[in-house]
């Protein structure tokens, strides 16, 4: 996939700082640390979002907007923007700021017109099952947007420990999850299709 660019928008503290206009909105949504930050900069090859190797780096609602270099019928919609939530289960201030992370995020998923138009949820493969990833599964289903799940860091298993890994995924969440890894690559272009496909109109 071809980006010709990437701007970055605005950081949301609330969702009265969304952006009106109408293009869609991607929300990558997952545990602190799990790689949201990382994978859109490798997603669109530039680094665009703060990364960090400690967890509880993004705080606010960062949004990103993407332009491909041309609508295709894999993916009929060219500009749309890329939105990096703040991690669940972790925040440097304790409970009190987990819980305004949390209701940031409601408040997202909460305002239908300028919210989320589709959802990928973040998994680290090499933890399966953990009951937070299962519960928050559980809560963005019931939001009925186009949901799918990502396994990142695919890169720190061998190819067994990720066969088995990626089938207990499956087996958790009732659906299988694309192996990506910000580090190597790997996955990227399923990724963009994943996107593509998330972003088409359901008849
Ligand atoms: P918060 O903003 O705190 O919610 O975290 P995040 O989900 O945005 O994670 P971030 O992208 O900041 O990455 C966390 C750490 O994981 C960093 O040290 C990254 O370098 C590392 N990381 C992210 N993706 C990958 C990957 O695909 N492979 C490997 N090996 N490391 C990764
Ligand atoms: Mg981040």
Excluded at 111 to 124: E, I
Aim: some cysteine.
């Amino acid at each position: 996939m071809k980006v010709t660019a990437v701007d970055f928008v605005r950081s949301a503290a609330s969702a009265a700082d969304l952006p009106r206009d109408p293009l869609p909105q991607i929300a990558f949504v997952g545990r602190s640390n799990v790689g949201k930050s990382s994978l859109i900069n490798a997603l669109v090859k530039r680094t665009v979002a703060r990364t960090s190797a400690a967890p509880g780096k993004t705080r606010l609602i960062n949004l990103f907007r993407v332009s491909l270099a041309s609508k295709s019928p894999s993916s009929p919609i060219d500009r749309f923007y890329l939105v990096d939530l703040p991690g669940y289960g972790y925040a440097r201030g304790g409970e009190k700021s987990q819980a305004e992370f949390d209701l940031l995020v409601r408040q997202y998923f909460g305002s239908p017109q300028h919210g989320a138009a589709a959802v990928l949820q973040l998994v680290d493969i090499r933890h399966p099952g953990l009951p937070q990833d299962v519960a928050a599964h559980a809560w963005l289903a019931a939001q009925e947007r186009p949901c799918a799940v990502v396994a990142t860091k695919s890169d720190k298993l061998s190819r067994n420990e990720r066969v088995r890994a990626l089938q207990q995924w499956e087996q958790s969440l009732a659906t299988p999850p694309l192996p990506v890894s910000a580090a190597n690559g790997e996955g990227m272009e399923d990724l963009w299709k994943l996107i593509a496909t998330l972003l088409t109109p359901r008849a």
